[in-house]
């Protein structure tokens, strides 16, 4: 192992929160245009006719692409940042995520579905270095200062899901200027994505404090699954990611599919309602997150927040009109993405100091694992009906809840008896 000397200090969590920013802007901007141009009755990438049953299905194939290629590139990116340091993962991944949209908008113009794919599965690589991103705050924060820090940067997440919808639905709808069309987001994306790479290397320093050379293995994916399976001090809180994960993802992926049959949104409109979601994620983040840390443990946050996500999510499945989504759809964004930091928060903190790439690239594991699986079955869900992918969500979380709350009642007891 090797000492390096940690530069910037908390100072560090600018240009983090900085790169992550720009790289949500770039996904955000793609978020309203993906399920329109493949679901669109005149979809581009389909001869006219298709059934919605299979433009579904190549919709959840598209997801796929992505988080199984995330899948296997989580964990040798934590490895590989545990090696050589945050930066250098961070600028090489960034790079790849530019050649990703880049190829996305090329696919986009010539209408090929095959090069859509490729370009999913590409950018699922790059962004594989979120556990990267998120060792490098974990370097930076002592263990009071984690769930707070994870919640800030977290923000950008919420600014970037704000502000890149609304680009997204505007640069792909050729009503607002003539020559938009679905590739001109990703171009956009593909030149923020430089921007990126430029922030990293003139404002962002090294946090790695100690090397780690571990052997890097591309089935790293799988046998993370297995540590979290067989680590007893980090299995439930794993279990409570994966169901939570596996529900998110059933919501976040497929809820613009809901709103396309059933309220016949636009590529802007969706554009407009993921931009709602991340003014949600912002206050929420920003503003709800420190006295709540403050207030309660990570544990106890867990405890009470996911009932909240049942209710809304249970809430939309028999909406019928429009307008009340906007009234439910706050306690749905607001809980889920205060969990998220709670439950990396416990995560780091049951992890070695000197194993938090690892530790967290264990945990992207089972979160891209949690959104392989709603991606494959989606579109077979979808062809039965446009709200069981939400349902699915509901039933899911509520069983991730059930496995944290258990094991919460056991360790409080546990407590009581060694008082």
Not at 8 to 33: Q, S
Request: one cysteine or more; proline letters at 4%; charged letters at 10%.
């Amino acid at each position: 192992m090797t000492a390096l000397v940690n530069k910037g200090g908390t100072a560090n969590l600018l240009p983090v929160f900085l790169v992550v920013f720009i790289g949500m802007l770039g996904i955000g901007i793609v978020i309203p245009t993906l399920a329109p141009a493949l679901l669109a009755e005149d979809s581009i990438f389909f001869p006219a006719g298709t059934s919605f049953q299979v433009k579904a299905l190549a919709l959840g194939f598209a997801f796929a692409c992505f988080s199984i290629a995330q899948f296997f590139s989580a964990p040798v990116l934590g490895g590989l940042s545990d090696r050589h340091g945050r930066k250098p993962v961070l600028l090489i991944t960034m790079l790849v995520e530019c050649a990703s949209y880049s190829l996305f908008a090329i696919g986009a113009g010539i209408s090929s579905l095959p090069v859509i794919f490729i370009a999913r599965s590409i950018g699922g690589i790059s962004a594989g270095n979120l556990s990267v991103a998120f060792s490098a705050i974990a370097d930076l924060s002592d263990e009071a200062a984690k769930v707070r820090n994870f919640g800030l940067v977290s923000i950008a997440f919420g600014l970037g899901t704000i502000i890149g919808p609304l680009i997204g639905g505007k640069l792909s709808d050729p009503s607002v200027v003539s020559w938009f069309t679905y590739s001109t987001p990703f171009w956009v994306s593909a030149g923020l994505s430089l921007l990126n790479v430029v922030l990293l290397l003139a404002f962002f320093k090294e946090t790695i404090a100690l090397r780690r050379h571990v052997k890097l293995d591309l089935l790293a994916g799988f046998k993370n699954v297995k540590k979290a399976i067989r680590t007893e001090n980090m299995r439930t809180v794993l279990l409570t990611v994966f169901f939570f994960s596996l529900g998110f993802n059933f919501f976040s992926q497929f809820f613009q599919v809901l709103l396309i049959e059933r309220f016949s949104f636009t590529a802007s409109s969706i554009g407009d309602m993921a931009a709602y979601f991340g003014l949600w994620i912002v206050l929420a983040q920003g503003v709800i997150i420190r006295p709540l840390s403050a207030r309660f443990s990570a544990e106890q946050v867990i405890a009470f927040l996911p009932l909240i996500y049942i209710a809304g999510v249970s809430l939309v499945v028999f909406q019928t009109t429009p307008e009340f989504l906007w009234a439910i759809l706050p306690f749905v964004v607001a809980s889920q993405s205060l969990m998220m930091p709670n439950l990396l928060a416990i995560v780091s903190r049951l992890a070695d100091k000197s194993m938090q790439g690892e530790a967290l690239g264990i945990n992207q594991s089972v979160q891209s694992l949690g959104q392989v699986v709603p991606a494959i079955l989606a579109g077979v869900f979808i062809a039965i009906s446009p709200e069981l992918p939400l349902a699915s969500s509901a039933c899911l979380v509520l069983i991730g809840w059930l496995v944290f709350i258990v094991e919460f009642h056991h360790r409080r007891k546990r407590a009581s008896h060694a008082a």
